[in-house]
């Protein structure tokens, strides 16, 4: 499985971005994708997940003013992000989950700041 990250860059607070991921190669044996993001000095974090069958999982934090979608006819997973904090100033990752193994994109930075 390969995953192609996109979308990242820098907005006001306030501001939207969304994030787009791209998967390829064997992505029949996919059971989950998400996003996760780490900042400065912290771990790495889960922000949001998504299902095969559309179930979803959000980060208390980012409840309300993210959402991950997935287009299966384009084997894309978005993150749309609006209400943006500083605090989500971080680099974001896409993760694919299989039976086997978790893949990981090129993180994608995204900077909130005035």
């Known amino acids: 499985v390969q995953l192609q990250a996109s979308g990242g860059g820098l907005v006001q607070p306030g501001g939207s971005l969304r994030l787009s991921c791209a998967a390829s190669?064997?992505?029949?044996?996919?059971?989950?994708m998400g996003w996760y993001r780490q900042a400065p000095g912290k771990q790495r974090e889960l922000v949001a997940g998504i299902t095969n069958s559309g179930s979803t999982n959000y980060l208390d934090s980012v409840k309300g003013r993210f959402t991950i979608s997935r287009d299966n006819a384009k084997n894309t997973v978005y993150l749309q992000m609006n209400s943006l904090k500083p605090e989500d100033t971080a680099v974001y990752y896409c993760n694919a989950i299989t039976k086997r193994a978790h893949y990981w994109g090129q993180g994608t930075l995204v900077t909130v700041s005035s």
């Open positions: 190669g064997s992505i029949f044996s996919i059971n989950a």
